[in-house]
């Protein structure tokens, strides 16, 4: 999906879209800053000022799938007005120990005046007069931002020692008596578990803490709320707010800072009388290039496998990612399917380009609805035996939300063929700041056979509004292998893993991955507003990261 992002506390827009399995939308800024501004109203943590990624809401029943996260009202991560009494310790009360937040940084590595703002500043003008390439500029920018969003300081933050992290994540800690019906099983009084906002007791949280020997604080496991790769995290700050007793409004206060030197040698802990604080925590970093440390790459295919015709017959999938998808592929083990090639002989041979908008059931569609779009590209292959859907979506949309894919028919079984064959590491919350990119084996061979898949769930109360196949041609690249295809995404997302609704997401990949194979100059995202700020980057599919 493709949709101008609001403003965030960083240098980078964020993500506010319709569907967290999609993660990818296009819709008019707008109407993106208007649902923007409401979702971080209520934000509970203001401290948190670096651009990391935003937990999705909660998903309300009976709301259809590609909405649920729409509206801001609904952010787990959030904290409305009508709660902060309830959520907040008095000043005078609160724990012994514990220091006042002044509303600083991180403690983060500060992005370099010239490159902390959305285009080039003076130090970039300076760097153009000197003969530097746009490309260049947007090189530095992106290195200089991927170093203040993935590094902090240990012990002062001025003579500290700095660390590498990986990706972050907000953390929901609670008191071992903690007890609320919305996010606790109302039976067992148990946490409930795979939450957008990881949710796990004091007790549990602090007590499995170890501080190894660079002076780090992690949390080793097990899975934090059911979160199977949320283990390893590096813990950076506990945050909670204090309510002033006179003037009854509230701040927030930092209580255990790796930055300080203070802390750094002493144990994170959960301050008394608050209803719960909020960690913040880091995985390793080789999670900034892939789901796990042997296999860089966030780009996945779950490819078909042969399925028994009884007593279960139906669909079954293997999910490969990264560069676990060319070894698959290069052994022989990425499909059992006896009537398919090894995939270095599997060639695509066309593709179609298609978008559509989402069903959102009884409710209808708002203004923004009518304009969000997401666009993906079907290949067909030599082999004739079923065709691939390749998109582009949040990070962890998929592992993250059960495996539920509008591609598939069993979409909403209790657990899904695509959701089975996710491996562990992938499943965690999703980013709607960074993306992933999904080759998904689909019955549909051709073009036909797609028309009818969309024609079938097409209607207000089941999955597409709208759906059109926008353009059809051959696959021309002289390397169009599955194993060359392969390498194309994982160097694609590799140069560009970011996502950003106004000009990285689905149409802007699909539209890229579409004049590549086709040949094509001057191919276009589906809807004219995702064409304001379109910036072509099929470069990026033939080149390595590290470039």
């Avoid at 703002?117 to 000197?130: D, F, L, M, Q, Y």
């Avoid at 071992?176 to 148990?190: E, L, R």
């Avoid at 898949?453 to 051959?474: H, M, Q, V, W, Y």
């Avoid at 996502?499 to 802007?508: A, D, K, L, S, V």
Wanted: aromatic content about 10%.
């Amino acid at each position: 999906w493709s949709l101008p992002a609001p403003p965030s506390s960083s240098v980078h827009l964020r993500a506010e879209e319709a569907s967290a399995e999609e993660g990818h939308a296009c819709f008019i800024p707008s109407f993106s800053c208007l649902s923007s501004s409401r979702s971080r109203v209520g934000c509970e943590m203001a401290e948190e000022e670096a651009a990391e990624p935003v937990s999705p809401s909660a998903f309300p029943r009976g709301m259809p799938y590609m909405v649920r996260g729409t509206s801001s009202s609904h952010h787990v991560d959030s904290e409305e007005e009508s709660d902060t009494a309830s959520l907040v310790a008095d000043e005078e009360t609160s724990s012994v120990g514990s220091r006042d937040e002044e509303l600083v940084g991180e403690g983060l590595a500060p992005v370099p005046e010239d490159l902390s703002r959305e285009g080039p500043g003076k130090g970039a003008e300076e760097g153009a007069v000197a003969g530097a390439s746009t490309a260049e500029t947007e090189k530095k920018h992106r290195e200089a931002r991927a170093k203040s969003l993935f590094s902090y300081m240990i012990g002062s933050k001025k003579g500290g020692r700095e660390v590498q992290v990986g990706l972050g994540w907000h953390l929901h800690v609670v008191p071992d008596d903690y007890f609320d019906a919305k996010h606790c099983d109302p039976t067992t009084k148990a946490l409930k578990l795979r939450r957008p906002l990881p949710q796990i007791r004091a007790s549990d949280f602090f007590s499995n803490l170890e501080h190894d020997s660079e002076g780090r604080w992690i949390y080793r496991g097990p899975a934090l709320n059911g979160w199977t790769a949320l283990v390893d995290l590096h813990v950076v700050h506990v945050t909670g707010k204090i309510r002033r007793r006179i003037t009854l409004t509230t701040y927030v206060r930092r209580f255990w800072d790796a930055a300080k030197a203070e802390d750094a040698n002493s144990m994170p802990f959960f301050p008394n009388r608050l209803r719960y604080v909020r960690v913040k925590a880091h995985s390793p970093p080789w999670s900034i290039k892939g789901w796990t440390a042997d296999s860089p790459g966030y780009a996945f295919w779950a490819a078909m496998q042969t399925v028994a015709e009884k007593p279960n017959p139906g669909l079954k999938l293997n999910v490969f990612h990264g560069e676990s998808m060319l070894r698959a592929a290069r052994d022989g083990s990425f499909s059992d399917l006896a009537a398919l090639p090894r995939a270095s002989e599997c060639y695509a041979t066309r593709m179609h380009l298609f978008a559509h908008r989402y069903a959102h059931g009884s409710r209808g569609e708002s203004a923004k609805d009518k304009v969000t779009y997401h666009a993906a590209v079907l290949l067909e292959w030599s082999h004739g035996h079923h065709g691939t859907i390749v998109e582009l979506a949040w990070l962890n949309g998929l592992g993250g939300y059960a495996g539920k894919s509008n591609w598939y028919r069993d979409k909403d079984a209790p657990v899904s063929a695509l959701f089975a064959a996710i491996p562990d590491e992938m499943k965690a919350p999703w980013h709607t700041n960074r993306a992933e990119i999904r080759a998904l084996d689909v019955p549909m061979r051709n073009r036909e056979e797609l028309q009818g898949f969309l024609d079938e769930f097409t209607g207000p109360n089941k999955r597409f509004l709208s759906p059109e196949i926008a353009l059809s041609d051959d696959v021309r690249l002289s390397h169009r292998s599955q194993t060359d295809i392969m390498r194309y995404l994982i160097n694609y997302v590799s140069r560009y893993p970011e996502y950003h609704e106004e000009n990285m997401n689905c149409q802007t990949f699909a539209a890229d991955l579409f004049g590549f194979f086709a040949g094509k100059r001057h191919v276009e995202p589906y809807h004219q507003l995702c064409r304001v700020l379109y910036k072509p980057r099929q470069f990026a599919f033939l080149y390595g990261p590290a470039m």
